[in-house]
Nanobody
Framework: QVQLQESGPGLVKPSQTLSLTCTVS??????????WNWIRQPPGKGLEWMGG???????YYSPSLKSRSSISRDTSKNQFTLRLNSVTPEDTGVYYC??????????WGRGTQVTVSA
């Protein structure tokens, strides 16, 4: 059974950098041909795809967040990490990691609440 678990600080101050890690079990993040994503949901809004890392290590970002975000991975720990710079209160929301395969995003973490506030 594939499981994903997000971890990171629940509260971040404006202008700081948010760092979240997704720990994967039951599968390797290098398994072809999966894609490991970050998605967020601001309060009262829909889901927003932020970016992801392919099994090969290639990364892709939402154009609206590309200038502030970076995604990396640690294959030895089977983890991938999102860093979002210069956060503002508009970055508040629930952040999810998810595995995407040919059939779509079939596995999701439970999500972690991030609040940006002074």
């Amino acid at each position: 059974q594939v499981q994903l678990q997000e971890s990171g600080p629940g509260l971040v101050k404006p202008s700081q950098t948010l760092s979240l890690t997704c720990t994967v079990s039951g599968d390797s993040i290098t398994t072809r041909y999966y894609y490991w994503n970050w998605i967020r949901q601001p309060p009262g809004k829909g889901l927003e795809w932020m970016g992801g890392v392919l099994y090969s290590g290639s990364t892709y970002y939402s154009p609206s967040l590309k200038s502030r975000s970076s995604i990396s991975r640690d294959t030895s720990k089977n983890q991938f990490t999102l860093r979002l710079n210069s956060v503002t209160p508009e970055d508040t929301g629930v952040y999810y990691c998810a595995r995407e395969g040919p059939g779509g995003m079939g596995y999701w973490g439970r999500g972690t609440q991030v609040t940006v506030s002074a």
